[in-house]
């Protein structure tokens, strides 16, 4: 079955960098854009980022401009997200998810019908 | 960015009664060439990710109960549980995927009254 698995809970302090892996199974890896989103504690869900596997082209939002960086290694399904200068404030859990249901343009966005479990990751000096 | 507006923030509804959510978008999200709201709606149990539920404003996604359904157009949406079972305390989003970046309502808590 389609799945989406991430790697485990991080703890990091104010200042480091963070990596997290989000191994694609059950589909062809390249046909599909995958997304990042966090949520803060007990807050919403905010969108990060967009990478295409299949080449490798991004997207982020303003807010993560020069801090986030997505790649992938299309040899093992994997997307990696990194956020940089981390501080307490991006203390949430971090989603990678897949489009199910394009937009009426674009699949570049659409509905989340695939998500990974979730990557907690607590900054804290 | 569409700001996206949920209400109420929580509401409590006795097992057996309807639930009802709202969600007001601060620009259309109906693209006319295909007469389609691009809105949906998601389910957050604690310590899971979401789960969609509805997409196109009312298309039940495959395997959700009938109990659930969205209606609405244009800004105004609303996702409807008709009759509240206990697995179905949660915290709801809506999301519009009309425009990048696609955007999320604050979310409304249900639980059993």
């Known amino acids: 079955q389609v799945q989406l698995v991430q790697s485990g809970a991080e703890v990091r302090k104010p200042g480091a960098s963070v990596k997290v892996s989000c191994k694609a199974s059950?589909?062809?890896?390249?046909?599909?854009?995958i997304h990042w989103l966090r949520q803060a504690p007990g807050q919403g869900l905010e969108w990060m980022g967009i990478?295409?596997?299949?080449?490798?082209?991004?997207d982020y939002a303003q807010k993560f401009q020069g801090r986030l960086t997505l790649t992938s290694d299309t040899s093992t399904s994997t997307v990696y997200m990194e956020l940089r200068s981390l501080r307490s404030e991006d203390t949430a859990v971090f989603y990678c998810?897949?489009?199910?249901?394009?937009?009426?343009?674009?699949?570049?966005?659409?509905?989340?019908?695939?998500w990974g479990q979730g990557t907690m990751v607590t900054v804290s000096s | 960015d569409i700001v996206m507006t949920q209400s109420p923030d929580s509401l409590a509804v006795s097992l057996g009664e309807r639930a009802t959510i709202n969600c007001k978008s601060s620009?259309?999200?109906?693209?006319?060439?295909?007469?389609?709201?691009?809105l949906a709606w998601y389910q957050q149990k604690p310590g899971q990710p979401p789960k969609l539920l509805i997409y196109?404003?009312?298309t039940r996604e495959s395997g959700v109960p009938d109990r659930f359904s969205g209606s609405g157009s244009g800004t105004d949406f609303t996702l409807t549980i008709s009759s509240l079972q206990a697995e179905d305390v949660a915290v709801y989003y809506c999301?519009?995927?009309?425009?990048?970046?696609?955007?999320f309502g604050g979310g409304t808590k249900v639980e059993i009254k």
């Open positions: 998810a897949r489009v199910e249901y394009c937009s009426s343009t674009s699949c570049l966005l659409g509905a989340f019908g695939i």
């Open positions: 059950g589909y062809t890896f390249t046909s599909y854009y």
């Open positions: 990478i295409n596997p299949n080449g490798g082209s991004t």
């Open positions: 620009q259309s999200v109906l693209y006319s060439s295909n007469n389609k709201n691009n």
């Open positions: 196109w404003a009312s």
């Open positions: 999301q519009q995927f009309y425009s990048s970046p696609g955007t």
